[in-house]
């Protein structure tokens, strides 16, 4: 089995480590006649497309610039950032494989036999954030509020914002993808006719609390998905450096071994494969990686030049609140 570890302690680029496990993996298909791996081989291949050709994501990002212009005018008294990033190759990786871990075991427990090679590539065609932008507003709180806690006038205002956001960029080239999930509870603050494109998961929080509205665009003149999440400082916190993170993380280990027992190895080779290399991912000490544009100290002081683990930034946007002063005055 060939995986993305095998190709990060030789000091390689990005883009040349993409090439080379591309080229193996799609010879190795060949020889196996596996189409799971094809389907990965072309997975590599879009991710390369990504980091090799910036015009397009300069096109995007002028676009998406517009909402942030329009927001500066809207809401003064409100600081915001924009952040937009492609996904990094390791979680990326880590994703494709997981999706493969997660399906098999769903199928295997519903129908206690294994889906067809055909069944779970249909399943690979569900990547649509390896673009994706946050947007991440602040309400001073020194700023009146009058009634409203701070939390309501965030929540208030976000909502606002997610009203507005998929007619405002449908103008710039972008349409709404209808989000397909089922939710329970739906916000009254977040308009009919704009509801069946969100993931709402401040209505509807995660079991590890994280919370943020979801959204994913196909942009018309790029040709290809994005997505945008909007959130309060609060509800970012929660998800970088809070419980969230930490709690996600764990939830997600015990889950993969309990698919692991359920499935011994050598009963399908498709799930061994995806399970080993979702492993070695996890498993990984980033300060014994060797990759260009890459320092690691611990899987924790990490200094990524070049999107393998944290993901390459397409900007960065930051309003400061302002006027705070004539406003409480």
């Known amino acids: 089995m060939i995986s993305l570890n095998d190709y990060l302690y030789a000091g390689n680029t990005v883009m040349r480590i993409l090439y080379q496990y591309a080229h193996d993996l799609k010879e190795s298909a060949h020889q196996s006649h596996n189409s799971i791996d094809l389907a990965h081989c072309n997975f590599l291949i879009q991710m390369t497309e990504l980091l090799e050709h910036n015009d397009f994501l300069t096109s995007q990002s002028h676009r998406i610039k517009e909402l942030y212009k329009y927001m500066t005018v809207q809401y003064p008294y409100l600081a915001f950032t924009f952040k937009g990033r492609i996904k990094s190759l390791i979680r990326a990786e880590e994703k494709f494989n997981g999706y493969i871990v997660e399906y098999i075991y ?61 007619e405002f960029l449908e103008e710039r080239g972008f349409t709404a993808e209808l989000c397909g999930l089922e939710q329970k509870l739906a916000s009254p603050l977040l308009r009919e006719s704009v509801r069946p494109y969100y993931r709402d998961y401040i209505t509807n929080v995660r079991p590890h609390g994280y919370q943020s509205l979801h959204i994913t665009l196909y942009d018309n003149i790029a040709r290809c998905y994005t997505e945008v999440q909007l959130r309060t400082k609060a509800m970012d916190d929660h998800a970088e450096i809070g419980e969230a993170n930490h709690f996600g993380y764990e939830q997600k280990q015990e889950s993969d071994r309990a698919r ?60 400061l609140s302002r006027f705070q002063n004539d406003l409480i005055d």
């Open 106 to 166: 769903s199928y295997f427990e519903k129908n206690g036999a294994f889906p067809s090679e055909a069944d779970i590539k249909n399943q690979l065609q569900c990547f649509r954030d390896l673009i994706a932008y946050r947007i991440v507003i602040s309400l001073p709180k020194c700023h009146p509020i009058g009634e409203e806690t701070q939390t309501e006038s965030e929540h208030r205002i976000l909502y606002e914002i997610a009203n507005v956001l998929p």
């Open 260 to 319: 692991r027992a359920a499935i011994p190895i050598g009963t399908f080779p498709i799930f061994d494969d995806a399970y080993e290399r979702v492993r070695l991912l996890q498993e990984i000490d980033l300060s014994k990686v060797q990759v260009n544009m890459f320092t690691a100290i611990d899987n924790y002081r990490i200094n990524d030049g070049c999107g393998l683990f944290r993901g390459r930034q397409i900007l960065p946007y930051e309003h």
